[in-house]
T-cell receptor, first 112, second 112 residues
Framework: KAGVTQTPRYLIKTRGQQVTLSCSPI?????VSWYQQTPGQGLQFLFEYFSETQRNKGNFPGRFSGRQFSNSRSEMNVSTLELGDSALYLC???????????FGEGSRLTVL | EDKVVQSPLSLVVHEGDTVTLNCSYE??????LLWYKQEKKAPTFLFMLTSSGIEKKSGRLSSILDKKELFSILNITATQTGDSAIYLC????????????FGTGTQLKVEL
């Protein structure tokens, strides 16, 4: 069974630009969560989508947004990029509400 | 503010050693505590603990939760070089879906 797929794997942007990251969950998983991982802050929760609805949101500014489509695929968008947005963005899908997450390999964003 | 603290931050051991990793938490609406292993990019699920005093075991790894003292430990016996990774502790919340708050992790290196 295919795992969680994230695209692109690596990208470089400049300050002020925007970026869209994509995540395809494991087939049958309706919950998709996004996390930001940085060396200083560790893994931080961005948001969770379930059946196209945002179910939970972390403490990130409004520049960070997401959505989920009817096939459970999800996208997250970061507008007006800042240097501090450089991070590994991890997507995770889940079959149930247990916290047992299946993570993708991540999208490494570098903001110059 | 919810807090998950792991110790030590890093450690180096020799193959065959036994290690104990610690995770303490101060959160509201605790539902469960989870352990993940991150070798390269994608964290992988190890254990979920919801009840105090019941050990979860998988091969050479085991974990236990103390809900009175608000901590968990992850033990790895007869360590191997393949155990080298970052071990992440996370807490899930009642009504929180799959939102997790992670600790910053313990970096374990196992040398020959």
């Amino acid at each position: 069974k295919a795992g969680v797929t994230q695209t692109p794997r690596y990208l470089i942007k400049t300050r002020g630009q925007q970026v869209t990251l994509s995540c395809s969950p494991i087939s049958g998983h309706r919950s998709v969560s996004w996390y930001q991982q940085t060396p200083g802050q560790g893994l931080q929760f961005l948001f969770e989508y379930f059946s196209e609805t945002q179910r939970n949101k972390g403490n990130f500014p409004g520049r960070f947004s997401g959505r989920q489509f009817s096939n459970s695929r999800s996208e997250m968008n970061v507008s007006t990029l800042e240097l501090g947005d450089s991070a590994l963005y991890l997507c995770a899908s889940s079959l149930m509400n247990t916290g047992e997450l299946f993570f993708g390999e991540g999208s490494r964003l570098t903001v110059l | 503010e919810d807090k998950v603290v792991q110790s030590p931050l890093s450690l180096v051991v020799h193959e065959g050693d036994t290690v104990t990793l610690n995770c303490s938490y101060e959160v509201t609406n605790f539902r469960s505590l989870l352990w993940y292993k991150q070798e390269k990019k994608a964290p992988t699920f190890l254990f979920m603990l919801t009840s105090s005093g019941i050990e979860k075991k998988s091969g050479r790894l085991s974990s236990i939760l103390d809900k009175k003292e608000l901590f968990s430990i992850l033990n790895i016996t007869a360590t191997q070089t393949g155990d080298s990774a970052i071990y992440l502790c996370a807490v899930a919340f009642t009504g929180g879906g799959n939102k997790l708050t992670f600790g910053t992790g313990t970096q374990l290196k196992v040398e020959l």
